[in-house]
């Protein structure tokens, strides 16, 4: 039965009590959620849940707005210093997230599907551009079969394009039938990604490649998440977006574990490639406070169908209650 | 451009951010523990002694860096080199001469752990090392060891005859003129060891192999924490 949503819903800056709240270390904030600080009665306990503007600038604007208010706390209170501080950073994180990916909603909005749509041809077209370097990325993967770069390219276009179609259309039948050539596809990517990640060198020397591929891969997730929720599929949906936030931990993981007990690489580095790669790295770790939220987003609207449309409208924060 | 963990940092860079510590071993070997060598200019001695009071030889790391490598041509091998030779081919003399087989493909890190491994082997009878801080141990014990028999010699070889041999044929050839006298009392192998010139170039070589390794290592500690804060 669909649920009203409109009194669970309310704009954070009409609502200073929360506001006050995660000043003094009542509330604290964990990704998009808001909850009892631990050490309190309710300890743990979800109060609600934050909402983003679908519009990456406004989301912007917005987290800096409720930064600059809550930084005023800082200084002021000694009670509950750690907990708003703690809350400060996960802002911090999601605002990083936000500019890293232009935008927190891109898995849930319709919006956001659109920049990764154009992401994924923006990438293919460095691909196509970098075609040499690429098929020698892929042939670590397989020296026997001969890959035919273009047909790969104008088969993962066509994808994309129909994809993008099928949800403008809300052509529901149509967008299940992607969903195991989009898995494909992200598989694909990802093993390629798994099996240079364990090779030190390749790390350093494939980095470019790597990167795009990388790119491809978030922003695949991202448009298969989407897929599968104009398809109605929610809770896989969800779990897209919580694989691709597991995979890219994974993958960071195993680069640096490989490269920290690499000497002899480690004495060929430059410090311009050890910035390359720790940037790219850090570019990593930035969007994951933009999956858990949008997990989380997903999370609710299961809950309370019909948020993520109000939210994907909103200029201002709103704050769901649990 | 210059790589993060560098193996083969220049002497006078290595050296202008070594410990005082260990850059007073290098020193106490060069001016034969501050009471001078034949061939050491006095005003050098002078140099390295206010500087090592004062904690600062890091500052002097050209001028520690210049008598190293003067010293490396006093070997026989030497004889027909021009007045210096450099710290690469002094580091591959040293390694020689303990029986290591350095070639050219080899940087000067790896000559430097050639001259440790076959260091320690001869001196210590150690032939393996757990880590890297047991080799710098060891490593700093067989230094104390040769620093100290170095002096030994050096001052006997330092006076007379050997004085006026060293004028007539120039340079520092004269500490071949080490006497039986001199291996009578530290024994053959250490003899062997610190014969020549090399009763100098060997600790000197090890010090710095040792000055090198814990370079390497912090560097290569920066390195892997730079990594671990992406995660």
Known sequence: MPVNTDPLVRSLPDIPDVLAKIQSGVYRLWGG?????????????????????????????????????????LGSLQNGMSHLQQSMNVLQGLQSANLVLSGLNLAVTTAGFVIV???????????????????????????????NLLADEAQFRALTLTARQFCEQGDVEHLKGLITPFHKEYQFTK????????????????LSEIRLLQDRLVNLGLMM???????????????????????????????????ICDRELASKINHRQLTGMTNFLQHGKHVLPALTYQADVIDLEIRNPGLLERASESKEILLVAA | MATVVPRDLPLIDLLSKASSDDLNVLADLITDNE??????????????????????????????????RAFGSNSIVNMFRSSSVSYLELATDVAKKLDGKPTASHDVFAIEEIVMRQ????????????????????????????????SGIGGIAATGGAAALASAIGGRLVTLAAPP???????????QAVSPAFRITVPAVLQIAKIRQMRFEADFATYQEKLRSCL
Do not use: W
Not at chain 1, 121 to 146: K, M, N, R, Y
Not at chain 1, 191 to 206: D, Q, T
Not at chain 2, 181 to 191: K, P, Q
């Open chain 1, 191 to 206: 093993l390629v990604l798994e099996k240079h990640a364990p090779i030190a060198a390749s790390n350093v020397e494939r």
């Open chain 2, 119 to 150: 260091a320690l082997s001869k001196y210590a009878g150690v032939k393996s090392y757990s880590d890297y801080a047991a080799l710098v141990g060891q490593v700093a014990q067989v230094v104390k060891l040769l620093v100290s028999a170095a």
């Open chain 1, 117 to 147: 749509c154009k992401k994924l041809d923006g990438i293919s077209a460095q691909i196509q551009a970098q075609s040499h370097d690429i098929v020698q990325t892929f042939q670590l993967v397989s020296d026997i079969q001969e890959r």
């Open chain 1, 33 to 73: 959620v808001v909850r009892y600080a631990s050490g309190t009665d309710k300890g743990g306990q979800i109060v609600g849940h934050l909402l983003f503007p679908g519009d990456s600038q406004q989301t912007q604007e917005r987290l800096q707005q409720l930064q600059a208010t809550l930084s005023k706390g």
């Open chain 2, 181 to 191: 006298l001199a291996v009578a009392a530290t024994g053959v192998t250490i003899f």
């Open chain 1, 225 to 259: 998440a989407h897929v599968q929720m104009k398809a109605g599929a929610l809770k896989y949906s969800r779990e897209c977006v919580v694989q691709l936030e597991s995979d890219l931990t994974a993958l960071n993981t195993r680069r640096v574990e490989v490269l």
């Open chain 2, 35 to 68: 009471k001078g060598r034949v061939a050491l200019d006095s005003k050098v001695k002078i140099t390295i002694r206010n500087h090592r009071a004062k904690g600062s030889l890091q500052s002097i790391s050209d001028v520690l860096e210049a008598e190293i």
